[in-house]
């Protein structure tokens, strides 16, 4: 197979174009540029059923959960930091659904920003609600260095330190079951988890790499999909 098919979760906003003005099915057109740059099939997936995910999922040869909104707090038992955004509920439900059924069928799978601290939290994991220095202007990217873990997935990835596209104010606290880190920033946060074992491919990192020009996080998943897929 030359281009696996690849789905990338969605959210719902209002939106504007042309004459309209409408609820959408939203997701940065980076997201599916980056995949079609690494040799994949861009699969766009609104939130939908959570009960449908294991459906979409068995369609799939992987899955980019993308950044987006906070977490609601309450999915990993803690109360709202008042510098905490409102819960996106329905997104939250659908792509906890879409991780627990890739784990499960071993579907790889590639977390990004939001999408790392989801897989934290289905693995049982908790957050750091709020932090500084992550994060540049409002709607602006800002840019700092992460270190990869050597011998890891991602350290075999990215061999070196490399400067990141990088917007949050959240982060990961308690990791969560199996998880290991695999790059940190320079002043401890964690930066990179990966699930190694009998899970293939599952890897999250806390940057926005469909924001800058490096595809080779987003060609290790692509691999991973062809060679998942040959074998279906």
Avoid at 45 to 70: E, Q, S, Y
Avoid at 74 to 89: I, N, S, W
Avoid at 108 to 132: A, M
């Amino acid at each position: 197979m030359s281009q696996p098919l690849i789905g990338i979760s969605t959210y719902q906003e209002e939106a504007r174009w042309g004459v309209w003005t409408l609820p959408a099915a939203l997701v940065p057109a980076g997201y599916p540029k980056l995949v079609q740059r690494a040799g994949g099939l861009a699969a766009l997936l609104p939130p939908d059923d959570p009960a449908a995910a294991a459906a979409a999922v068995a369609r799939l040869d992987g899955l980019v959960i993308a950044g987006g909104a906070d977490v609601q707090p309450a999915r990993y038992g803690a109360e709202p930091h008042p510098r905490t955004g409102p819960p996106a509920l329905d997104r939250d439900a659908w792509e906890l659904a879409l991780i627990e059924a890739a784990l499960a069928g071993g579907v790889p799978l590639l977390g990004i920003c939001r999408g790392l601290q989801l897989l934290n939290v289905v693995l049982g994991g908790t957050l750091v609600q709020h932090l500084d220095g992550h994060a540049g202007a409002p709607g602006v990217f800002d840019r700092h260095d992460i270190k990869p873990v050597p011998g890891t997935l991602l350290g075999r990835t990215l061999p070196e330190p490399v400067s990141v596209p990088t917007y949050h104010h959240q982060a990961v606290d308690r990791i969560g079951r199996g998880l290991v880190p695999s790059a940190y920033a320079e002043d401890g946060t964690i930066e990179a988890l990966e699930l190694p074992g009998a899970y293939g491919f599952t890897l999250a990192v806390q940057w926005h790499p469909e924001a800058g020009e490096d595809t080779r996080v987003m060609d290790a998943l692509v691999t991973a999909a062809r060679e998942a897929a040959a074998v279906k």
